[in-house]
């Protein structure tokens, strides 16, 4: 039998960074050790998963694209339906809630069906992840502006919301979520719309693990090399004059290899 509260719970939208544990926020640890129950996603690495209550109602709902996995028609009703079984409810995204997490669409489900909320924001893979692979998203003389991009959107369709002939000529750094399955048409249409051939690109794949790899090439030639090494989701594009810097400070995985070593 099913508790049922006379007041509903209160749901916290809570990010759970790039991957490494260690980039947790303290509101976010303290909240899970809290929970009576966490919904969480794909991208959620399970050492974070731990510092929940064996108590914990844990409830897997991840997305890992192609259609596969929970709808969020789903999602929003799991979190309305929880609401009424639990006093704190935490549903834990991968980054931040409201950087390509479908965050606001939650929480505006939460809004319309009466039930208080709050979002705890993590820190975005956008950024960190590139971080890890030795590139700052912006650079004095080098990159001014950063865009975070989906990857994810068909960039060819008519109805497409991607600005691409801004994105080519008037962003200096461009980092795409979701995109390494159309990093072909991504890489096409950057360069049909005024990018360099020749600009930088890095895909970052586990971006914050240790298992993080990272692929350099050029704009023309990315997609080639994607399809050699075989990688595959999760990773990250950037895109930009900033990748070069990686040659001088790559930090991560000369860290791995010392603590490897030790």
Not at 34 to 58: G, M, T, W
Not at 81 to 93: P, Y
Not at 162 to 167: G, K, N, Q, T, V
Request: net charge neutral.
């Amino acid at each position: 039998m099913k508790l049922v509260l006379n007041q509903p719970g209160k749901v916290y939208l809570v990010g759970a960074g790039p991957g490494d544990p260690g980039l947790l926020t303290i509101k976010a640890a303290d909240l899970l050790k809290a929970a009576d129950c966490v919904i969480y996603d794909y991208l959620v690495n399970p050492e974070i998963l731990q510092l929940a209550s064996p108590r914990a109602e844990k409830l897997y709902v991840g997305k890992q694209g192609c259609g596969k996995g929970w709808k969020q028609e789903d999602i929003n009703r799991l979190l309305l339906e929880k609401a009424q079984q639990h006093r704190v409810i935490v549903r834990l995204k991968g980054g931040d809630p409201f950087v390509f997490g479908r965050g606001g669409e939650e929480a505006e489900a939460l809004v319309n069906a009466g039930i208080e909320w709050e979002v705890v924001p993590g820190i975005s893979a956008g950024s960190s992840v590139a971080a890890y692979a030795g590139i700052p998203v912006t650079h004095r003389g080098v990159s001014s502006s950063v865009a975070f991009v989906t990857g994810h959107e068909t960039p060819g369709k008519a109805e497409s919301s991607i600005h691409w002939e801004h994105l080519a000529k008037g962003v200096d750094t461009i980092v795409f979520f979701m995109g390494v399955a159309k990093i072909q048409t991504i890489s096409e249409q950057l360069i049909q719309h005024g990018r360099g051939a020749a600009t930088p690109v890095a895909v970052i794949r586990w971006g914050t693990y240790n298992e993080q790899e990272v692929f350099v090439s050029e704009l023309a030639s990315i997609a080639a090399v994607v399809e050699r090494e075989q990688v595959k989701a999760p990773a990250l594009i950037v895109v930009g004059e900033v990748v070069r810097l990686r040659e001088k400070l790559n930090w991560f995985s000369a860290s791995i290899a010392e603590a490897l070593a030790a």
